[in-house]
Nanobody, 121 residues
Framework: QVQLVESGGGLVQPGGSLRLSCAAS????????MGWYRQSPGKQRELVAN???????NYADTVRGRFTVSRDNAKYTVYLQMDSLEPEDTAVYYC???????????????WGQGTQVTVSS
């Protein structure tokens, strides 16, 4: 069983910073793309940023220049450094990863349980 466990959410003032972490645990062969989505009340879940196993990154226009996604392949962990936070960044943040259980089996998409980020004065 593969689990993605997020940490690092919380309450921060506008202009502040937070760092989210998401670690994969369990039994698996490899992890491909990893990333972060977010969902606000009444809105669809949207991509924030993702990163390939080789380190290629992709960002939503709304966070580019403020957020940085990175990963530690040895720890099977993805990070999201969020700077210059705005009230509009308030949401539940979910990490995701493409996980291959066996070499001959196509990767399956997994989600973390989500962590709340609230930006408010």
């Amino acid at each position: 069983q593969v689990q993605l466990v997020e940490s690092g959410g919380g309450l921060v003032q506008p202009g502040g910073s937070l760092r989210l972490s998401c670690a994969a645990s369990g039994t698996f062969y490899s992890i491909g793309d990893m990333g972060w989505y977010r969902q606000s009340p009444g809105k669809q879940r949207e991509l924030v940023a993702n990163i390939s196993s080789a380190g290629t990154t992709n960002y939503a226009d709304t966070v580019r220049g403020r957020f940085t996604v990175s990963r530690d392949n040895a720890k099977y962990t993805v990070y999201l450094q969020m700077d210059s936070l705005e009230p509009e960044d308030t949401a539940v943040y979910y990490c995701d990863a493409d996980v291959a259980i066996w070499p001959s089996v196509a990767p399956s998409h997994r989600w973390g349980q989500g962590t709340q980020v609230t930006v408010s004065s």
